[in-house]
């Protein structure tokens, strides 16, 4: 099995050297046989094609800008990588470099050292792996190169054994899974679906496109951010992270804004809805529910007033929500 191995330094003792590669591989293989035993916080390594997807919808324009980006910039591939990795920036690249050869590029930090900056899974009966955050960074990759990458993610959830240690049923953690809002039981439309409807692997033909999903990410910072970005007024502290955050406020947004409307395959017609969402998003009350989540608009990252200067820039001819729509053009999925 192959293993994400980012060194900061190069070091001159070959025997030294030869000491950590072999305490790395056994202790990555170490991880990996007992992933059904790993914690909340555990960092493990999995390759894409082991990954279980808990929705059934993508934003396919947010992904076109990935694909284009990596196609225009090979190193943006190599420090996406690092980064979902907790690895920080990418130290070293060449033409060479694969990201199915994790020796072959380099990262700043070893991978597990910023968890915030990395996706989480949770680990289903017999030790599946359900990936729980990162759908679109990692169907990105998938496009790019295929399953066999391998990458370290964080554990959210070890939900393969009840509270007394006794192995649960595919039915009990299914059911563990939708309490807990880590399987997004909606599709593309917002109708209900079951976790048996979920895509099987990776791969964007296999998920379907959810237009609310790409605006969501173009209107990151515009009229909402991450959840964590509004104080509870009662504590004094960040809300948490909200699972499926983007997939709540595309609900809400389906039930005020007709997309038929926008020619969304232009750039002005796509700015157009834009700003009419972003208008419907921050003129909220900030104790408004939001779609099926639960939360208010505030404990959803919802922002007092739309940044103006920030919608404009993606309304320039090379911004990246222009280079996404043309390359989506010219590469219908």
């Not at 595919?170 to 599709?187: G, N």
């Not at 007024?233 to 699972?243: D, Q």
Request: some cysteine.
């Amino acid at each position: 099995m192959s293993i994400s191995l980012f060194s900061v330094f190069i070091t001159p003792a070959i025997g030294a050297l030869s000491g950590i590669l072999l305490s790395s591989i056994a202790m990555a293989t170490q991880i990996s046989d007992n992933r059904i035993f790993a914690k909340s916080g555990d960092v493990i390594q999995v390759r894409l094609d082991e990954l279980h997807p808990t929705q059934i919808a993508v934003g396919k324009l947010q992904i076109a800008g990935d694909l284009d980006d990596y196609a225009r910039k090979p190193e943006k591939l190599f420090a996406d990588l690092c980064k979902v990795q907790g690895a920080g920036k990418l130290e070293q690249y060449n033409q060479s470099s694969s990201p199915k050869d994790p020796l072959s590029y380099r990262c700043l930090l070893t991978p597990g050292t910023d968890k915030s900056a990395m996706n989480t899974v949770d680990i289903g009966p017999g030790g599946k792996i359900y990936l729980t955050d990162g759908h679109h960074a990692f169907n990105s990759f998938w496009e790019t190169s295929g399953g066999d990458i391998s990458l370290s993610v964080l554990v959210g959830e070890n939900l393969s054994h009840d509270t007394k240690g006794n192995p649960v049923t595919q039915l009990q953690f299914e059911q563990k899974m939708a309490a807990l809002k880590h399987f997004l039981p909606i599709d593309a439309k917002g109708h209900p679906v079951a976790f048996s409807q979920l895509p099987s692997s990776l791969g964007l033909k296999l998920f379907q496109d959810d237009p609310w999903r790409s605006m969501l990410y173009y209107l990151r910072g515009i009229s909402y951010d991450k959840s964590d970005s509004n104080l509870n007024p009662k504590t004094g502290k960040p809300y948490p992270e909200v699972p499926f955050l983007e997939f709540y406020w595309g609900q809400y947004l389906n039930s005020k804004m007709n997309l038929s409307q926008y020619s969304l395959s232009e750039l002005d017609g796509y700015i157009n809805a834009l700003k009419d969402a972003a208008q419907i998003m921050t003129e909220l009350p900030p104790e408004q529910l939001v779609g099926d989540s639960g939360k208010s608009a505030a404990e959803l990252g919802k922002l007092d007033k739309v940044h103006k200067k920030k919608l404009k820039k993606l309304a320039e001819p090379d911004s990246k929500l222009a280079k996404a729509l043309t390359y989506q053009m010219s590469h219908q999925q």
